[in-house]
């Protein structure tokens, strides 16, 4: 059962250019939702949460967009750079009682042409 | 802090040989996750810890798949025997318990598994 959808599978930006990820998920009882990046032969990393009671969350050229009655959020990140190209991860926890387990969407290949 | 270590790198072994991954979390966190990665199925939990007890090993794909945590500072995630599809990336994790706007977990770099 996939709890969290990502769209797009990958993504091809130019230098300069907005990318944004798409996430949705299922579970009304998630209150925690991170992105992680992950770059070639490492582990994943938190760049960016948010909780529901936000409507956004920015954090120098990345931004969450929530929207809780659509059960959907995403990632922009403005003006993107060469070295923002990744493997970007939504996810999404129950903090409260939820046993911290995050559940991760599929991913999402960035790669951002000069 | 290190961060959370993870040996070895890559490994390479033949069907059916016993393989065994390593973790050190970051000192403190009560929290121990091992993941896997691969193209088809994304990032798939395998079993969690706390405090040194297996919580869930619900995504522990079979009883080749067997994993410990005899102290704070040290898991392993044995497969015995080896077969060809365990061939993925097996990352390590931990974190604190934290209800902050920080919580997140901390990666290790990974083990690639290719198992011929």
């Known amino acids: 059962q996939q709890q969290v959808k990502q769209s797009p599978q990958s993504l091809i930006v130019q230098k300069g250019g907005i990318s944004i990820i798409n996430c949705a998920y299922e579970?009304?009882?998630?209150?925690?939702f991170p992105w992680y990046q992950q770059f070639p032969g490492k582990g994943p990393a938190l760049l960016i949460a948010i909780r529901p009671d936000v409507s956004e969350k920015k954090e120098g050229r990345f931004t969450i967009s929530f929207n809780k009655s659509a059960k959907q959020f995403s990632l922009h990140i403005m003006d993107s750079q060469p070295g923002d190209s990744a493997t970007y991860f939504c996810?999404?926890?129950?903090?409260?009682?939820?046993?911290?387990?995050?559940?991760f969407g599929t991913g999402t290949q960035l790669k951002v042409e000069l | 802090d290190a961060g959370v270590i993870q040996s070895p790198r890559h490994e390479v072994t033949e069907m059916g040989q016993e393989v065994t991954l390593r973790c050190k979390p970051i000192s403190g966190h009560d929290y121990l996750f091992w993941y896997r990665q691969t193209m088809m199925r994304g990032l798939e939990l395998l079993i969690y810890f706390n405090n040194n007890v297996p919580i869930d090993d619900s995504g522990m794909p079979e009883d080749r798949f067997s994993a410990k945590m005899p102290n704070a500072s040290f898991s392993t995630l044995k497969i015995q025997p080896s077969e060809p599809r365990d061939s993925a990336v097996y990352f390590c994790a931990s974190t604190l318990a934290l209800t902050g706007t920080n919580y997140g977990y901390t990666f290790g770099s990974g083990t690639r598994l290719t198992v011929v």
């Open positions: 996810a999404a926890i129950i903090l409260t009682g939820g046993g911290n387990k995050l559940t």
């Open positions: 579970n009304t009882a998630f209150d925690y």
